[in-house]
């Protein structure tokens, strides 16, 4: 047989890079998505990659970006893929407040571009391709209900928020009107050693290493009492495959079904490392939404029961596991300044 085909935008990232080990592990050709920038970005995807050009082995990169409808449809053409896995956006709720534009365009409108791009694509080559949405538990936002399930209603509080909830409800209108195989996985936090160091939980990680090994003085965060429902994000890109695998497209919660504050945290990543947080944390009003998400818990037994999944690693484990890797990581920095 031949092998299945998966496009991955956004694969760059952290959730990007743990499905695509995964769909390789699981014998896909698998193609990734890359915006053309001055500076290499690709750290977190180097080891899965061998070779270039059309003979390479591995995953495959393309040039692309979802503000660029034509550049979509090239890739799609080119790569042919069987699965797409739409994980691109400006992802930084707090940063959305400060592009909002940039945020509604890349993370709505692109999303709109890339549904649009696939309907024509399998309307011309009568083709069945499968979509994936990465949507957000910040869609919920003010939550009307705890835990949060699929049928709970959205508030957004942020112009990310508000962007994913356009994504989420053109997925669905696409399914509905075309009869796309489209999903909707609404994730809940889902962190990782591969997070981005302006997310709190990896500033909180990689800060507190640093401070342990006397390479920083200082961590700077905002609200320490919002509360969140953490997972491994290794676990959850599982999630995402599976909801492309069942006989009929559907729209999932992936959480953990518990809820940790920001504090929570930080005094076990601070604890695992022996240190008093209280001596070294400051709170800074820069750090504070203008609208804020107060706590967020996910229902995900729909997952459990249909896709058979459910979380691996606790919230322990994940703190533990991103403190270790970070401490391994100021260990090298503070060897590299030879001090």
Same mark, same amino acid.
């Given at each position: 047989?031949?092998?299945?085909?998966?496009?991955?935008?956004?694969?760059?990232?952290?959730?990007?890079?743990?499905?695509?080990?995964?769909?390789? !592990?699981?014998?896909?050709?698998?193609?990734?998505? /890359?915006?053309?920038?001055?500076?290499?970005?690709?750290?977190?995807?180097? &080891?899965? %990659?061998?070779?270039?050009?059309?003979?390479?082995?591995?995953?495959?990169?393309?040039?692309?970006?979802?503000?660029?409808?034509?550049?979509?449809?090239?890739?799609?053409?080119?790569?042919?893929?069987?699965?797409?896995?739409?994980?691109?956006?400006?992802?930084?709720?707090?940063?959305?407040?400060?592009?909002?534009?940039?945020?509604?365009?890349?993370?709505?409108?692109?999303?709109?571009?890339?549904?649009?791009?696939?309907?024509? &694509?399998?309307?011309?080559?009568?083709?069945?391709?499968?979509?994936?949405?990465?949507?957000?538990?910040?869609?919920?936002?003010?939550?009307? =209900?705890?835990?949060?399930?699929?049928?709970?209603?959205?508030?957004?509080?942020?112009?990310?928020?508000?962007?994913?909830?356009?994504?989420?409800?053109?997925?669905? !209108?696409?399914?509905?009107?075309?009869?796309?195989?489209?999903?909707?996985?609404?994730?809940?936090?889902?962190?990782?050693?591969?997070?981005?160091?302006?997310?709190?939980?990896?500033?909180?990680?990689?800060?507190?290493?640093?401070?342990?090994?006397?390479?920083?003085?200082?961590?700077?965060?905002? !609200?320490?009492?919002?509360?969140?429902?953490? =997972?491994?994000? =290794?676990?959850?890109?599982?999630?995402?495959?599976?909801?492309?695998?069942?006989?009929?497209?559907?729209?999932?919660?992936?959480?953990?079904?518990?809820?940790?504050?920001? %504090?929570?945290?930080?005094?076990?990543?601070?604890?695992?490392?022996?240190?008093?947080?209280?001596?070294?944390?400051?709170?800074?009003?820069? &750090?504070?939404?203008?609208?804020?998400?107060?706590?967020?818990?996910?229902?995900?037994?729909?997952?459990?029961? /249909?896709?058979?999944?459910?979380? %691996?690693?606790?919230?322990?484990?994940? /703190?533990?596991?991103?403190?270790?890797?970070?401490?391994?990581?100021?260990?090298?920095?503070?060897?590299?300044?030879?001090?």
């Amino acid at each position: 047989m031949a092998k299945r085909v998966a496009l991955i935008t956004g694969v760059t990232g952290q959730d990007g890079s743990y499905l695509a080990e995964l769909l390789l !592990n699981k014998g896909y050709e698998v193609h990734g998505m /890359v915006r053309r920038t001055s500076s290499f970005a690709t750290g977190r995807i180097d &080891h899965l %990659r061998r070779g270039f050009g059309t003979n390479a082995e591995g995953l495959q990169l393309h040039y692309g970006d979802l503000g660029d409808g034509t550049g979509l449809r090239r890739i799609i053409e080119q790569v042919s893929p069987d699965e797409i896995y739409n994980l691109a956006a400006q992802s930084h709720v707090r940063i959305s407040f400060d592009q909002p534009e940039y945020t509604a365009d890349a993370v709505g409108l692109g999303t709109l571009r890339l549904l649009e791009a696939v309907r024509d &694509h399998n309307k011309r080559r009568g083709r069945a391709v499968r979509f994936y949405q990465a949507g957000s538990s910040e869609m919920y936002g003010k939550v009307e =209900g705890i835990p949060q399930r699929e049928t709970t209603p959205f508030h957004p509080r942020s112009p990310y928020a508000c962007a994913k909830v356009y994504a989420h409800w053109q997925t669905i !209108n696409y399914r509905e009107s075309y009869g796309l195989f489209a999903c909707n996985g609404i994730l809940f936090n889902h962190e990782s050693p591969r997070r981005g160091e302006n997310f709190v939980t990896r500033k909180i990680t990689r800060s507190a290493t640093r401070i342990k090994l006397g390479l920083q003085d200082k961590l700077a965060l905002g !609200n320490l009492d919002a509360r969140r429902d953490w =997972g491994f994000a =290794g676990d959850y890109v599982e999630a995402m495959w599976l909801m492309l695998q069942q006989d009929k497209p559907d729209d999932y919660v992936i959480a953990t079904g518990q809820t940790h504050s920001v %504090r929570e945290f930080m005094e076990l990543a601070f604890d695992r490392v022996k240190l008093d947080w209280k001596k070294y944390v400051e709170i800074d009003p820069r &750090h504070f939404r203008p609208a804020e998400v107060d706590i967020l818990i996910g229902d995900y037994s729909k997952a459990k029961r /249909v896709l058979e999944w459910q979380p %691996r690693v606790d919230f322990n484990g994940l /703190v533990a596991m991103m403190v270790d890797s970070d401490l391994e990581l100021a260990g090298r920095e503070l060897k590299s300044r030879g001090t």
